[in-house]
Protein backbone atom coordinates (compact mmCIF):
# COMPACT_ATOMS: atom_id res chain seq x y z
CA UNK A 1 0.00 0.00 0.00
CA UNK A 2 1.48 3.27 -0.78
CA UNK A 3 2.23 5.27 1.96
CA UNK A 4 0.27 9.19 1.65
CA UNK A 5 2.31 12.02 1.40
CA UNK A 6 2.26 14.85 4.73
CA UNK A 7 1.57 17.89 4.12
CA UNK A 8 2.50 20.57 6.85
CA UNK A 9 1.62 24.25 6.63
CA UNK A 10 2.86 26.56 9.00
CA UNK A 11 0.04 29.59 9.67
CA UNK A 12 -3.49 29.41 9.31
CA UNK A 13 -3.97 33.07 7.43
CA UNK A 14 -5.14 33.51 4.23
CA UNK A 15 -2.90 31.59 2.23
CA UNK A 16 -2.11 28.56 4.82
CA UNK A 17 -6.11 27.90 5.50
CA UNK A 18 -6.45 28.28 1.77
CA UNK A 19 -3.88 25.83 0.83
CA UNK A 20 -4.89 23.27 3.43
CA UNK A 21 -8.79 23.94 2.54
CA UNK A 22 -7.41 23.21 -1.24
CA UNK A 23 -5.84 19.94 -0.42
CA UNK A 24 -8.96 18.75 1.00
CA UNK A 25 -10.09 16.12 -1.94
CA UNK A 26 -6.44 15.03 -1.99
CA UNK A 27 -5.14 11.55 -1.36
CA UNK A 28 -2.60 13.30 1.45
CA UNK A 29 -2.07 13.44 5.09
CA UNK A 30 -2.33 17.85 5.85
CA UNK A 31 -1.28 19.16 9.25
CA UNK A 32 -2.10 22.66 9.87
CA UNK A 33 0.42 24.13 12.71
CA UNK A 34 -0.81 27.53 14.33
CA UNK A 35 0.26 29.16 17.69
CA UNK A 36 -3.46 30.63 17.81
CA UNK A 37 -6.64 28.35 17.96
CA UNK A 38 -8.65 30.79 15.53
CA UNK A 39 -7.89 32.08 11.70
CA UNK A 40 -8.09 35.67 11.61
CA UNK A 41 -9.54 38.47 9.25
CA UNK A 42 -6.28 41.28 9.84
CA UNK A 43 -7.91 43.99 7.69
CA UNK A 44 -11.16 44.45 10.07
CA UNK A 45 -8.82 44.12 13.40
CA UNK A 46 -8.94 47.96 13.74
CA UNK A 47 -12.75 47.94 14.08
CA UNK A 48 -12.06 45.79 17.19
CA UNK A 49 -9.71 48.63 18.75
CA UNK A 50 -12.07 51.43 17.81
CA UNK A 51 -15.03 49.20 19.19
CA UNK A 52 -16.97 48.92 16.42
CA UNK A 53 -16.25 45.38 16.41
CA UNK A 54 -15.93 42.36 19.03
CA UNK A 55 -12.90 40.25 18.20
CA UNK A 56 -15.25 37.20 17.45
CA UNK A 57 -17.13 39.13 14.58
CA UNK A 58 -13.82 38.99 12.74
CA UNK A 59 -12.15 35.51 13.70
CA UNK A 60 -13.55 31.82 13.76
CA UNK A 61 -11.71 28.38 15.24
CA UNK A 62 -9.40 27.11 12.65
CA UNK A 63 -10.60 23.39 13.74
CA UNK A 64 -14.35 24.23 12.78
CA UNK A 65 -12.98 25.44 9.75
CA UNK A 66 -11.64 22.82 8.88
CA UNK A 67 -14.11 20.57 10.95
CA UNK A 68 -15.44 18.63 7.49
CA UNK A 69 -11.93 17.63 5.99
CA UNK A 70 -11.00 14.30 7.45
CA UNK A 71 -7.71 14.35 5.85
CA UNK A 72 -6.65 17.60 8.00
CA UNK A 73 -5.06 17.76 11.62
CA UNK A 74 -4.80 21.11 13.03
CA UNK A 75 -1.88 21.41 15.72
CA UNK A 76 -1.69 24.64 18.28
CA UNK A 77 2.21 25.00 18.32
CA UNK A 78 4.40 27.40 17.97
CA UNK A 79 7.47 26.87 15.83
CA UNK A 80 10.77 27.21 16.56
CA UNK A 81 12.97 26.34 13.81
CA UNK A 82 12.98 23.79 10.39
CA UNK A 83 15.29 21.28 10.21
CA UNK A 84 15.13 21.22 6.20
CA UNK A 85 17.91 18.09 6.35
CA UNK A 86 15.27 15.84 8.24
CA UNK A 87 12.52 17.36 6.70
CA UNK A 88 10.91 18.02 10.12
CA UNK A 89 9.09 21.06 11.90
CA UNK A 90 10.06 21.75 15.37
CA UNK A 91 7.45 22.87 17.49
CA UNK A 92 7.23 23.57 21.52
CA UNK A 93 5.07 20.49 21.85
CA UNK A 94 6.73 17.81 19.17
CA UNK A 95 8.57 17.38 15.89
CA UNK A 96 6.47 16.82 12.95
CA UNK A 97 7.63 15.41 9.64
CA UNK A 98 6.51 16.98 6.35
CA UNK A 99 7.08 15.64 2.42
CA UNK A 100 5.99 19.29 1.17
CA UNK A 101 6.02 22.02 3.67
CA UNK A 102 4.27 25.13 2.81
CA UNK A 103 5.37 28.24 5.34
CA UNK A 104 2.42 31.20 5.73
CA UNK A 105 3.54 32.90 8.90
CA UNK A 106 2.72 36.07 7.64
CA UNK A 107 4.30 39.37 9.09
CA UNK A 108 4.66 40.94 12.63
CA UNK A 109 5.45 44.86 12.87
CA UNK A 110 8.86 46.71 12.25
CA UNK A 111 10.19 49.44 14.24
CA UNK A 112 13.12 49.76 11.70
CA UNK A 113 15.72 49.22 14.00
CA UNK A 114 13.74 50.65 17.51
CA UNK A 115 12.19 47.69 18.78
CA UNK A 116 12.23 49.78 22.33
CA UNK A 117 9.45 51.85 20.26
CA UNK A 118 7.11 48.89 20.36
CA UNK A 119 5.85 49.46 24.22
CA UNK A 120 4.82 52.69 23.62
CA UNK A 121 3.42 52.54 20.17
CA UNK A 122 2.22 48.96 19.90
CA UNK A 123 0.69 47.91 16.18
CA UNK A 124 -2.39 45.86 14.98
CA UNK A 125 -1.52 42.14 14.23
CA UNK A 126 -4.02 39.98 16.52
CA UNK A 127 -6.60 40.31 18.78
CA UNK A 128 -4.39 40.86 21.88
CA UNK A 129 -3.23 43.78 19.87
CA UNK A 130 -6.41 44.94 19.03
CA UNK A 131 -8.35 44.76 22.91
CA UNK A 132 -5.46 45.81 24.62
CA UNK A 133 -5.34 49.12 21.76
CA UNK A 134 -9.13 49.08 22.23
CA UNK A 135 -8.54 48.94 26.43
CA UNK A 136 -5.99 51.94 26.42
CA UNK A 137 -8.10 54.35 24.09
CA UNK A 138 -11.67 53.53 26.46
CA UNK A 139 -9.39 54.00 29.59
CA UNK A 140 -7.84 57.40 28.26
CA UNK A 141 -11.49 58.76 28.21
CA UNK A 142 -12.03 57.67 32.03
CA UNK A 143 -9.11 59.57 33.13
CA UNK A 144 -9.70 62.09 31.31
CA UNK A 145 -13.08 62.34 33.03
CA UNK A 146 -11.52 62.04 36.45
CA UNK A 147 -8.74 64.43 36.68
CA UNK A 148 -9.14 68.31 36.64
CA UNK A 149 -5.29 68.80 35.19
CA UNK A 150 -6.35 70.18 32.22
CA UNK A 151 -3.17 69.35 30.60
CA UNK A 152 -3.24 65.67 31.26
CA UNK A 153 -6.45 65.90 30.00
CA UNK A 154 -5.04 67.36 27.23
CA UNK A 155 -2.53 64.66 26.60
CA UNK A 156 -5.10 61.68 27.02
CA UNK A 157 -7.69 62.88 24.52
CA UNK A 158 -4.23 63.24 21.76
CA UNK A 159 -3.81 60.14 19.75
CA UNK A 160 -0.98 59.36 17.13
CA UNK A 161 -1.58 57.00 14.53
CA UNK A 162 2.24 56.79 13.04
CA UNK A 163 1.84 55.89 9.44
CA UNK A 164 -0.32 56.91 6.47
CA UNK A 165 -1.25 53.46 4.45
CA UNK A 166 -4.25 52.00 4.54
CA UNK A 167 -4.18 50.49 8.08
CA UNK A 168 -3.08 54.34 8.79
CA UNK A 169 -5.77 55.99 7.40
CA UNK A 170 -8.79 53.50 8.52
CA UNK A 171 -7.03 53.78 11.93
CA UNK A 172 -7.58 57.37 12.36
CA UNK A 173 -11.24 57.88 10.85
CA UNK A 174 -12.15 55.37 13.38
CA UNK A 175 -11.13 57.17 15.95
CA UNK A 176 -11.72 60.49 15.14
CA UNK A 177 -15.69 58.99 14.52
CA UNK A 178 -15.49 56.94 18.00
CA UNK A 179 -14.55 59.86 19.54
CA UNK A 180 -16.42 62.90 17.69
CA UNK A 181 -19.56 60.64 17.18
CA UNK A 182 -19.97 57.65 19.55
CA UNK A 183 -18.78 58.98 22.96
CA UNK A 184 -19.66 62.33 22.33
CA UNK A 185 -22.79 62.36 24.86
CA UNK A 186 -21.35 59.65 27.10
CA UNK A 187 -19.51 61.82 29.79
CA UNK A 188 -19.88 65.11 31.59
CA UNK A 189 -16.92 66.06 33.00
CA UNK A 190 -15.54 66.06 29.40
CA UNK A 191 -16.37 66.79 25.54
CA UNK A 192 -15.02 63.43 23.57
CA UNK A 193 -15.12 65.42 20.28
CA UNK A 194 -12.78 67.91 21.33
CA UNK A 195 -10.34 64.54 20.98
CA UNK A 196 -6.85 65.31 18.65
CA UNK A 197 -6.46 62.46 16.37
CA UNK A 198 -2.74 63.13 14.77
CA UNK A 199 -1.73 61.19 11.76
CA UNK A 200 1.79 61.14 11.33
CA UNK A 201 3.17 60.01 7.22
CA UNK A 202 6.95 60.30 6.21
CA UNK A 203 6.42 60.27 2.86
CA UNK A 204 4.79 63.77 0.84
CA UNK A 205 1.13 61.75 0.69
CA UNK A 206 -1.03 59.43 2.96
CA UNK A 207 -2.34 56.24 0.69
CA UNK A 208 1.14 57.02 -1.71
CA UNK A 209 0.77 52.83 -3.05
CA UNK A 210 -2.84 54.44 -4.80
CA UNK A 211 -3.03 57.23 -7.37
CA UNK A 212 -2.25 60.80 -6.28
CA UNK A 213 -6.05 61.61 -6.92
CA UNK A 214 -7.22 59.32 -4.26
CA UNK A 215 -4.63 60.24 -1.77
CA UNK A 216 -5.94 64.02 -1.94
CA UNK A 217 -9.32 62.58 -1.96
CA UNK A 218 -8.54 60.95 1.29
CA UNK A 219 -7.00 63.31 3.22
CA UNK A 220 -9.72 65.69 2.76
CA UNK A 221 -12.41 62.94 4.18
CA UNK A 222 -9.60 62.69 7.36
CA UNK A 223 -9.53 66.23 7.64
CA UNK A 224 -13.54 66.41 7.28
CA UNK A 225 -13.60 64.19 10.40
CA UNK A 226 -11.68 66.14 12.27
CA UNK A 227 -8.05 64.58 11.54
CA UNK A 228 -4.71 66.69 11.91
CA UNK A 229 -2.89 64.90 8.78
CA UNK A 230 1.27 65.78 8.77
CA UNK A 231 2.74 64.26 6.06
CA UNK A 232 6.71 64.92 5.67
CA UNK A 233 7.12 64.00 9.20
CA UNK A 234 9.43 61.79 10.57
CA UNK A 235 9.59 59.95 13.62
CA UNK A 236 12.54 60.37 15.66
CA UNK A 237 11.92 58.92 18.88
CA UNK A 238 8.74 57.11 20.85
CA UNK A 239 8.31 57.25 24.53
CA UNK A 240 6.14 57.80 27.81
CA UNK A 241 5.81 61.52 26.87
CA UNK A 242 4.40 61.02 23.16
CA UNK A 243 6.18 61.39 20.05
CA UNK A 244 9.23 62.93 18.66
CA UNK A 245 8.82 64.08 14.62
CA UNK A 246 12.80 65.57 13.52
CA UNK A 247 13.00 69.09 14.16
CA UNK A 248 9.53 69.96 15.36
CA UNK A 249 8.00 69.75 19.28
CA UNK A 250 7.40 66.74 21.03
CA UNK A 251 3.68 65.84 20.30
CA UNK A 252 2.77 65.18 24.29
CA UNK A 253 -0.09 62.08 23.79
CA UNK A 254 -1.18 58.67 25.67
CA UNK A 255 -1.97 56.84 22.90
CA UNK A 256 0.60 56.02 20.00
CA UNK A 257 -0.54 53.43 17.70
CA UNK A 258 2.01 51.97 14.71
CA UNK A 259 1.19 51.69 11.50
CA UNK A 260 3.77 52.54 9.77
CA UNK A 261 5.68 49.31 8.68
CA UNK A 262 5.85 45.42 8.77
CA UNK A 263 8.80 42.46 8.43
CA UNK A 264 8.38 39.29 7.74
CA UNK A 265 8.69 36.13 10.85
CA UNK A 266 11.46 34.25 11.64
CA UNK A 267 11.02 31.88 8.16
CA UNK A 268 14.31 33.26 6.82
CA UNK A 269 16.04 31.89 9.65
CA UNK A 270 14.46 28.88 10.12
CA UNK A 271 15.15 27.79 6.52
CA UNK A 272 18.38 28.98 6.55
CA UNK A 273 18.18 31.35 3.81
CA UNK A 274 18.83 35.21 3.75
CA UNK A 275 15.62 37.19 3.46
CA UNK A 276 15.51 40.90 2.06
CA UNK A 277 15.71 43.97 4.29
CA UNK A 278 11.48 43.38 5.10
CA UNK A 279 12.76 39.34 5.91
CA UNK A 280 11.13 38.19 3.17
CA UNK A 281 12.06 34.84 1.21
CA UNK A 282 13.15 34.96 -2.15
CA UNK A 283 11.26 32.36 -3.79
CA UNK A 284 10.92 30.58 -7.47
CA UNK A 285 8.33 31.41 -9.91
CA UNK A 286 6.15 28.37 -8.76
CA UNK A 287 6.61 29.88 -5.28
CA UNK A 288 9.23 26.73 -4.34
CA UNK A 289 12.06 27.83 -1.90
CA UNK A 290 15.20 27.39 -4.60
CA UNK A 291 17.30 24.56 -4.01
CA UNK A 292 14.20 22.83 -2.28
CA UNK A 293 11.09 22.32 -4.44
CA UNK A 294 9.01 20.41 -1.36
CA UNK A 295 9.07 23.55 0.42
CA UNK A 296 6.83 26.95 -0.79
CA UNK A 297 6.94 29.80 0.94
CA UNK A 298 3.47 31.98 0.43
CA UNK A 299 1.91 35.35 1.60
CA UNK A 300 3.62 38.12 3.49
CA UNK A 301 6.76 35.96 3.86
CA UNK A 302 7.36 35.56 0.20
CA UNK A 303 9.05 37.52 -2.26
CA UNK A 304 7.71 36.77 -5.25
CA UNK A 305 8.57 38.66 -8.09
CA UNK A 306 6.77 37.90 -11.49
CA UNK A 307 8.47 38.41 -15.23
CA UNK A 308 7.79 42.11 -15.63
CA UNK A 309 9.85 42.62 -12.31
CA UNK A 310 6.91 43.21 -9.97
CA UNK A 311 6.53 42.45 -6.62
CA UNK A 312 3.37 40.76 -5.53
CA UNK A 313 1.89 42.63 -2.53
CA UNK A 314 1.66 41.55 1.08
CA UNK A 315 -2.45 41.11 0.75
CA UNK A 316 -5.08 38.58 1.66
CA UNK A 317 -6.12 38.35 -2.01
CA UNK A 318 -2.62 37.84 -2.59
CA UNK A 319 -2.31 34.66 -0.32
CA UNK A 320 -5.64 33.75 -0.64
CA UNK A 321 -4.03 33.12 -4.57
CA UNK A 322 -0.97 31.83 -3.14
CA UNK A 323 -2.36 29.44 -0.91
CA UNK A 324 -4.52 27.50 -3.74
CA UNK A 325 -1.51 27.60 -6.36
CA UNK A 326 0.81 25.80 -3.90
CA UNK A 327 -2.01 23.22 -3.44
CA UNK A 328 -2.18 22.26 -6.89
CA UNK A 329 1.33 22.13 -7.41
CA UNK A 330 1.86 19.70 -4.88
CA UNK A 331 -1.24 17.73 -6.04
CA UNK A 332 0.24 17.80 -9.41
CA UNK A 333 3.75 16.53 -8.06
CA UNK A 334 2.29 14.01 -5.85
CA UNK A 335 0.31 12.68 -9.49
CA UNK A 336 3.10 12.73 -11.70
CA UNK A 337 1.49 15.63 -13.76
CA UNK A 338 2.78 18.56 -15.65
CA UNK A 339 3.92 21.08 -13.48
CA UNK A 340 1.85 24.83 -13.42
CA UNK A 341 2.84 27.66 -15.20
CA UNK A 342 4.44 30.28 -12.42
CA UNK A 343 2.02 31.67 -9.91
CA UNK A 344 0.48 34.77 -11.56
CA UNK A 345 -1.57 37.63 -8.87
CA UNK A 346 -4.58 38.99 -10.45
CA UNK A 347 -5.05 42.28 -8.72
CA UNK A 348 -8.40 42.76 -8.46
CA UNK A 349 -8.11 46.15 -7.11
CA UNK A 350 -7.27 47.88 -3.67
CA UNK A 351 -9.56 49.37 -0.98
CA UNK A 352 -9.48 51.48 1.89
CA UNK A 353 -12.04 53.30 4.06
CA UNK A 354 -12.22 56.58 5.60
CA UNK A 355 -15.08 56.86 7.64
CA UNK A 356 -18.74 55.46 8.47
CA UNK A 357 -19.06 56.35 4.46
CA UNK A 358 -16.37 57.39 2.78
CA UNK A 359 -14.04 55.13 1.31
CA UNK A 360 -11.23 54.98 -2.23
CA UNK A 361 -11.14 52.41 -4.32
CA UNK A 362 -8.62 52.08 -7.08
CA UNK A 363 -9.22 49.51 -9.99
CA UNK A 364 -6.52 49.78 -12.58
CA UNK A 365 -8.46 51.38 -14.98
CA UNK A 366 -10.93 53.37 -13.01
CA UNK A 367 -11.51 54.94 -9.68
CA UNK A 368 -13.84 55.27 -6.97
CA UNK A 369 -14.22 57.14 -4.02
CA UNK A 370 -16.72 57.87 -1.07
CA UNK A 371 -20.08 56.22 -0.75
CA UNK A 372 -19.63 53.48 -3.90
CA UNK A 373 -16.54 52.68 -2.99
CA UNK A 374 -17.51 52.50 0.81
CA UNK A 375 -20.02 50.19 -0.06
CA UNK A 376 -17.25 48.40 -2.07
CA UNK A 377 -15.15 47.99 0.87
CA UNK A 378 -17.68 46.63 2.87
CA UNK A 379 -19.23 44.13 0.67
CA UNK A 380 -15.80 42.44 -0.21
CA UNK A 381 -14.63 42.87 3.24
CA UNK A 382 -18.10 40.79 3.87
CA UNK A 383 -17.14 38.37 1.10
CA UNK A 384 -13.84 37.34 2.81
CA UNK A 385 -14.88 36.61 6.55
CA UNK A 386 -14.92 32.77 6.65
CA UNK A 387 -18.47 31.89 8.28
CA UNK A 388 -22.33 33.06 7.58
CA UNK A 389 -22.51 34.21 11.47
CA UNK A 390 -19.44 36.42 11.00
CA UNK A 391 -20.70 37.91 7.95
CA UNK A 392 -24.52 38.35 9.49
CA UNK A 393 -23.05 39.54 12.99
CA UNK A 394 -20.81 41.91 10.62
CA UNK A 395 -23.03 43.07 8.54
CA UNK A 396 -25.66 43.67 11.60
CA UNK A 397 -23.13 45.90 13.53
CA UNK A 398 -22.38 47.84 10.47
CA UNK A 399 -25.82 48.55 10.03
CA UNK A 400 -26.78 50.19 13.48
CA UNK A 401 -23.74 51.94 13.59
CA UNK A 402 -24.28 53.48 10.20
CA UNK A 403 -27.71 55.00 11.40
CA UNK A 404 -27.22 55.22 14.79
CA UNK A 405 -23.48 56.17 15.48
CA UNK A 406 -23.32 53.99 18.01
CA UNK A 407 -20.40 51.54 18.24
CA UNK A 408 -22.06 48.52 20.41
CA UNK A 409 -18.06 47.13 21.60
CA UNK A 410 -17.18 50.07 23.84
CA UNK A 411 -15.75 47.41 26.65
CA UNK A 412 -12.54 47.37 28.91
CA UNK A 413 -11.51 44.26 28.93
CA UNK A 414 -7.86 43.25 30.61
CA UNK A 415 -6.27 43.81 33.06
CA UNK A 416 -5.08 47.35 34.69
CA UNK A 417 -1.54 48.29 34.18
CA UNK A 418 0.18 48.67 37.29
Known amino acids: ?97 YDYLIVATGAKHSYFGH ?13 DDATEI ?20 RQLMTFCIIGGGPTGVEMAGAIAELAKKSLAKDFKNINPSESKIILL ?61 VKASSANQWLDVKGDKFGRVHVNGD ?16 LSVDKNGKTVPGVAPAAKQMGKYVAKAIISKILNKKPQKDFKYKNYGNLATIGRKSAVADFGKFTLSGFSAWFMWSFAHVMFLIGFRNRLSVMLNWAWHYFSFNRGARLITGKKPK
Open 287 to 302: LSLPNNENIYVIGDTA
Open 134 to 153: RRKILSSFEQAEMTHDIEKR
Open 1 to 97: MKKKSKVVIIGAGFGGLNAAKALGKCDVKVTIIDQYNYHLFQPLLYQVATAGLSPADISVPIRQVLSDQKNCTVHMATVNDINIDANTVITDSQDID
Open 201 to 261: EGGDRVLNSFPEKLSIKANKQLLKLGVEVKTNSMVVNCNEQGVVIKNEPVILCNNIIWAAG
Open 115 to 127: DDWQDYAPGLKNL
